[in-house]
């Protein structure tokens, strides 16, 4: 299994990338969204991969982010969406738009992403709907519809990160403080410190 490139970019399109490893290219499909995060042609990059096995060939899916890595695998566990649909979910909506989409059960905004229609909008909604809050942290925040919640534990999960802590840590440890603290005490400062107080007691 192929988990992840590093070497320079010799060709890139919106959809895919042509990876120069030690001598060796590999032709590696992308969403927009990952083409938008990396570098220009002739640099190197860093990508996170996915392999596909069939009888006829093996296929490589690429993307900037282990986030994006892992919502493709869970789009993948749905009947009826395959890798190029996946890839479209990823290019057209961004990752905490969809799953705060997916939880709040918004068919309209799922609706909107090329190729899809009601009835593979109303599937994803029904068989995503317990998976993504541990994709993206804001999709938790939407079903308990506080906005400004959202953002700050958003934030914080980000500052976390960039202080070092590990992403589902840090997500564990801002979603408990919000569902314990009252909202008066939901600052990002406040988050940020009582979730380093509880990781690192």
Known sequence: ??????GIILES???EILIDVNGVGYQVFIPISTYDALPQVG???????EMAVKEDAITLY???SKIEKELF???????????????SIL??????????????????????????????AERL??????????????SKFAVEGSGSASKEGADAIRALEQ????????RKAVLKLIEELPESQRSIENLIRKALQSINP
Do not use: Q, W
């Open 73 to 87: 695998n869970v789009l993948m566990s749905v009947s009826g969406v395959g890798p190029k649909l996946a890839l």
């Open 91 to 120: 290019s057209c909506m961004p990752i905490p738009s969809f799953c705060a989409a997916i939880s709040t059960g918004d068919v309209n905004s799922i609706k909107s992403i090329n190729g899809i229609g009601k009835k593979t």
């Open 62 to 64: 690429g993307f900037a």
């Open 125 to 138: 909604i029904v068989e995503l709907k317990d998976k993504v809050d541990r994709i993206s942290p804001e």
């Open 13 to 15: 399109t919106f959809s």
């Open 43 to 49: 640099k190197t990059a860093e990508i996170f991969t």
């Open 163 to 170: 202080l070092g802590v590990k992403h589902e840590s840090a």
């Open 1 to 6: 299994m192929i988990a992840r490139l590093k």
